[in-house]
């Protein structure tokens, strides 16, 4: 007889799907993005899903943490934590975090146990027949809203004919970009993409989208392609029209220095991605909005944690997001609504995606008045579409690329384009 929870099987499918030219910091979105989805299947055959970042890297790392997370229930997270963090004890590989370079190497063992985490609740949830934000201590709200993530971009891939979005190297073009989103999504902020261009460039096209959508809470996120001299600059010309400015300078030190004369808050995804960059980042009063993501602070439960820690200590919450499918999206969006101080519109990828291109069955992810609806049905209440799945898998097979690689890319049009942040 099948015992109940109890975890059989693990499967990690590496996928690609098509992106665009996005521009940041360190070069260009590579036509295709790299996923890895992972699904746990219990004695019983009921399975849960979690999607995580698919550099090569990262897959080994969650290849070598699955094989003892079988024989486990999915109600043991605890000990499946453990087992990730020792998978690494031998582990000598960097990078493979699926940000081409942009996040440090901290919380490894998060990110290797979050997609495991998701899968276990998505389970869970279905075998107590809730959704994972009942698991989460319920929802506070019924929808989550997300922003308009803007990004410069070229109109499409080198020696390809423009995409949907067409190019946007200037204000005009992010203005006629926030247009197309917000017309299909209704999204009630924006948040462009910077580190691209000179910063007047960029402040210009701040208040240049200002002008076109004046009701509308605006954020900037160079990467940290500042100096803090520069971030001070533009931290001033924008007073008062950002909500609040996002990493422009590198590391805490960098953005504590910045904080110290900037007159909005400043928010991180990259001075401030593991629990242990918390004490020294509120020390020196960093950061003020920390951008939580339950891809490197190690799933839904520890993101909560984070959310607590920030509540204590006077910090506001928003949400980071990296390309992604709708198994991320599901996850973050129960995340969301079960988390009481999120302060601000989520940062989601998900209008860079092709509508049709995913690994979950259609219907169960509905936008509305731009947010996204909390799905209701029991776990995280999206399902694969194991065709889809074998096509996004084929395509990972097909592309040849194994790690995202903004800066090779680049190069291949730009041969002296630098990473190297601070830029400006
Ligand atoms: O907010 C952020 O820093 C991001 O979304 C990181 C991403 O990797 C973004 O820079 C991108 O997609 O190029
Ligand atoms: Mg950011």
Redesign the pocket.
Known sequence: MSRRGVIKDVVITPVAFHDMP?L?SVGV?EPWALRSIIEIVCEDGTYGLGESYGDSTHLGRLERAAGPIKGLTVYDTNAIHKICVESLTDDRSTGGDG??G?VTTASVADKVFSPFEVACLDIQGKLAGLPVSQLLGGRVRDSVQYSAYLFYKWGGHPGEPDDEYGPALDPAGLIKQAHKIIDEFGFKAIKL?GGVYPPAQEVEAIKELRKAFPDLPLRL?P?AAWTVETSKWVANELKGIVEYL??PAPEIEGMAAVAKDAPMPLAT??AVVAFSHLPPSILQNAVQVV?SDHHFWGGLRRSQTLASICAIWGMRLSM????HLGISLAAMTHLASATPNLDYAC?T?WPWKRRDEDVIADGALKWADGALVVPTAPGLGVELDRAKLAQLHQNYLDCGLTKRD?TTYMRKFQPDFSPKIPKW
């Open positions: 996005l940041n979105h940000m081409a942009m993409k996120d990467n996002e990493d995804n990259m951008l980071h997001s990296n390309s940062d990828h903004d």
